[in-house]
Antibody, heavy 121, light 110 residues
């Protein structure tokens, strides 16, 4: 069964850091690009970041550029999101999503269930 | 304010055909594929349509997508109660160099 399982969310104070993880199974992880997409409570979807199959290409939303870093470990079938200098507006459910292709420029065809990040003092 | 514009709500009765629009610009919909996602209440989004009008395996042919210029549409025919969900359009934006989503349309089956 193709599956993505996120972890690492929680309550964190503004200005602090958090690292999200996404464990992939059921498909050849290093054949595909991967993404993080977030959804603030009661709001719509926002693409956060993406990474190509070999980590050669990464991209970020302007709202997180310079604060968040996406990475992957193909040997561990895992995707990560290092989040620094967190702000209240980063509060959201963070989804890990698989791309249909290796480059990161096609549909997000598999989604995890999400991990909640709450930034509050 | 989303880069892609969708109506916040839509509705229909069982068996009806409904359409949801998505308006963008030359840098996103006008030059790239459009994707549609369905988010049932309390669940993760699910890919519904890719590359303007392609359905992943398992998606009923009641769902169809189209694109013209800088706008796209999702059509749902033979509306069913289980289609009640939020629907999002998405596209790559060549100018912003990011994936952009519409604000979402909440579909109610009356």
């Amino acid at each position: 069964e193709v599956q993505l399982v996120e972890s690492g969310g929680g309550l964190v104070q503004p200005g602090r850091s958090l690292r999200l993880s996404c464990a992939a199974s059921g498909f050849t992880f290093d054949d595909y690009a991967m993404h993080w997409v977030r959804q603030a409570p009661g709001k719509g979807l926002e693409w956060v970041s993406g990474i190509s199959w070999n980590s050669g290409s990464t991209g970020y939303a302007d709202s997180v550029k310079g604060r968040f870093t996406i990475s992957r470990d193909n040997a561990k079938n895992s995707l990560y999101l290092q989040m620094n200098s967190l702000r209240a507006e980063d509060t959201a459910l963070y989804y890990c999503a698989k791309d249909r292709l290796d480059s990161g420029f096609d549909a997000f065809d598999i989604w995890g269930q999400g991990t909640m990040v709450t930034v509050s003092s | 304010q989303s880069v892609l514009t969708q109506p916040p709500s839509a509705s229909g009765t069982p068996g009806q055909r409904v359409t949801i629009s998505c308006s963008g610009s030359s840098s996103n919909i006008g030059s790239n594929y459009v994707y549609w996602y369905q988010q049932l209440p309390g669940t993760a989004p699910k890919l519904l349509i890719y590359r303007n009008n392609q359905r992943p395996s398992g998606v009923p042919d009641r769902f169809s997508g189209s694109k013209s210029g800088t706008s796209a549409s999702l059509a749902i025919s033979g509306l069913r109660s289980e289609d009640e969900a939020d629907y999002y359009c998405a596209a790559w934006d060549d100018s912003l160099r990011v994936w952009v989503f519409g604000g979402g349309t909440k579909l109610t089956v009356l």
